[in-house]
């Protein structure tokens, strides 16, 4: 355990066009001990085939990162601005259903993209959108069928602590703990400081997420803007913003984590150049902590 993973969406988006085929040549120039895979919407029609040429390479890929849309599927509602007016949609029992079911047919594609590159973790985004959490209750009810689906591969589905506008993260995340007894969760750095939640990890009521080994991977992120600043999302490689790496690592490492990294900060120039430096500066910075603090 303890592996250092680059997300496959730091080095590829639309400046090169999202081209998984660039990720053998990548590889050679960064410093990390793998992947964790990023499923882009726009690679669903074609999944097996990108899994199968990803997987040719050679690459260590414990971990994908499902579809970002997939919490939608979940909530039985659409949300939208028109016209700058917020409106929503709560759908029927049966469009929800229908919802759902188109829902985990996208999900099994993610599954199965996962056991060709041999991932055993997936992160997913169970609440994301304009809806975000705003119906969570359902979110959660319709989450433990997606998790037993997993769990037949022989996968963790891992609920990410993302950004969201009704609740804060970690309520959130009690919640679905509190309803599901063997869930892990990834936690986010720059998600958490966006709601000015990185360090309350470790306070009550939460910390029994970090005790119960609940925290099984980790995304190592900066954030240099305010609380809850949408304006401001950008997410920054380590110590350009104002995350509190080291405390967070010394108590994350107190209490015993021993789960994966990944660092997913984006550095694609606009010309399609990417800055590995910044990168493995990253990863250079993850060593030193878990030398520092690790056990």
């Given at each position: 355990m ?5 997300s496959?969406?730091a ?31 726009n ?9 199968e040429?990803?997987k ?40 929800e ?13 993610n599954?199965?993209a ?7 973790k997936?992160?997913l ?14 979110n ?7 998790k037993?689906l997993?769990?037949k591969?022989?996968?963790?589905l ?15 995340m ?6 599901y ?10 998600m958490?400081e ?15 997420l ?13 954030y240099?803007?305010?609380?809850k600043d ?20 010394r108590?994350?490492?107190e209490f ?13 120039a ?14 250079d ?9 690790g056990?």
């Amino acid at each position: 355990m303890k592996k250092i993973l680059c997300s496959s969406g730091a080095v590829l988006g639309r400046y090169n066009n999202n081209n998984y085929r660039l990720l053998k040549e990548f590889a050679e120039n960064l410093s990390c001990d793998g992947f964790e895979f990023m499923i882009d919407r726009n690679m669903v029609s074609e999944i097996e085939e990108i899994a199968e040429t990803v997987k040719s390479y050679g690459l260590y890929i414990p971990v994908i990162h499902a579809n970002k849309n997939l919490g939608e599927y979940l909530c039985g509602m659409t949300a939208s601005f028109d016209d700058g007016a917020y409106k929503e949609y709560i759908m029927t029992p049966s469009e929800e259903q229908e919802l759902f079911e188109k829902g985990t047919e996208l999900f099994k594609l993610n599954l199965k993209a996962a056991s060709i590159l041999g991932a055993r973790k997936i992160v997913l985004h169970m609440w994301n959108g304009i809806a975000s959490d705003k119906r969570l209750e359902n979110n959660i009810m319709r989450f433990g069928i997606w998790k037993d689906l997993a769990a037949k591969e022989g996968m963790d589905l891992l609920v990410e602590n993302v950004i969201c506008n009704q609740n804060d993260p970690l309520t959130n995340m009690n919640s679905v703990a509190d309803a599901y007894s063997d869930v892990g969760f990834v936690y986010d750095t720059k998600m958490a400081e966006f709601h000015a939640q990185t360090l309350k990890l470790f306070d009550e009521p939460y910390v029994k997420l970090v005790k119960e080994g609940r925290i099984r991977h980790l995304h190592i992120n900066d954030y240099g803007g305010g609380f809850k600043d949408w304006s401001n999302m950008k997410i920054l490689p380590m110590g350009a913003g104002h995350v509190d790496f080291d405390t967070f690592f010394r108590k994350i490492f107190e209490f015993g984590y021993d789960g994966d990294f990944t660092v997913e900060t984006n550095v694609i120039a606009e010309d399609g150049t990417v800055n590995f430096d910044t990168l493995n500066g990253c990863f250079d910075k993850i060593k030193e902590y878990m030398k520092k603090y690790g056990k």
